[in-house]
C-alpha cells in the first residue's frame, strides 16, 4: 500500500471523526467519556497524521518543483498553526485530489 492511499484513509476518517464529534456537541449527546469535546480533540489530533504523511510525501517526491512543495508546506502548516480548520481541510482536499498527480508524474 503506498503512502497515498495512507494519506486518504487518515483524511477521511479524521474528516468522519469531525463531522460526527461537531454533531455531537451541537446536539449535546454523551455516550460515556464520548461528548463533542472529545471526538472533536481526537479528530484534530487524527489530523496531525494525515498532515506528517502529507509532509512526508512533498519532501519524498523527485517530480514536484521546490516552489510547489512550498505552497504546500504553507498552506498545511497555515491551516494548522493558526487553527482555521477551513484552510487546513481545503489543502488537505485538494491536496487528496490532486496530489497524486502531482507527486509521482510529469506533466
Known sequence: MSLFKYYRIAFVVSFIILIIGSVVKVTHI??????????????????????ALAYFMIFKSEKMPAGEKLMWVICFALGFIVNVGFISFATALVFFIIGYKRLYFNK
Open 30 to 51: 454523551e455516550l460515556g467519556f464520548l461528548n463533542g469535546n472529545s471526538l472533536i480533540t481526537i479528530g484534530l489530533i487524527s489530523s496531525v497524521i494525515y498532515i
